[in-house]
């Protein structure tokens, strides 16, 4: 079992369950860029930050039985929803490994709504700019989105409020 799959495992053992495979990509996202060992590779993507190979890690671990995906229909749509197996919860009981400050993350990470995640791990994405400058890519690549500037200031915000959880 590789180190990358038992810190997905983990994430979600903090969770519980996370709803939609968006949140996680997000979570995993934000976790990462908040300088927690997830070592996915992201491309910016239609719905921000996406690693293809977070997503094949998550098969795989659904594959082996120690996740599962519900898939529930919500509306108009499906959401797909993550959780650990009983399987899972016992692997992790035979594997050392501790990740510092994760379940309060985790747990601040997963109590927000997928969109608002998209739109901060959109703000970190583009983290290298300014502050105006982050402001402007966000209005342009998410316009469809429409999010309003209290929103964004939120995203600002937010960031700095769980970076004193991760550190």
Request: hydrophobic share 35%; proline share 2%; net charge neutral.
């Amino acid at each position: 079992m590789l180190e990358d799959h038992v810190r997905l495992m983990m994430l979600l053992k903090n969770a519980g369950e996370v709803a939609g495979r968006k949140k996680l990509q997000k979570m995993v996202y934000i976790a990462k860029r908040l300088d927690f060992p997830f070592n996915e590779r992201y491309d910016f993507h239609f719905y921000g930050p996406y690693s293809e190979e977070l997503t094949l890690k998550i098969e795989e671990l659904c594959n082996l039985g120690l996740v599962k995906e519900v898939k529930e229909k919500k509306g108009g749509y499906y959401q797909y929803c993550y959780s650990l197996t009983d399987e899972g919860e016992t692997f992790l009981l035979h594997y050392d490994m501790n990740i510092p400050l994760l379940h309060p993350f985790v747990e601040a990470l997963n109590g927000e709504s997928s969109r608002f995640l998209e739109l901060v791990s959109t703000i970190l994405y583009f983290g290298q700019l300014d502050k105006q400058a982050i402001k402007e890519k966000v209005a342009v690549v998410k316009r469809k989105q429409a999010y309003s500037e209290d929103e964004v200031e939120k995203g600002f915000r937010y960031i700095e409020s769980i970076k004193k959880i991760a550190h």
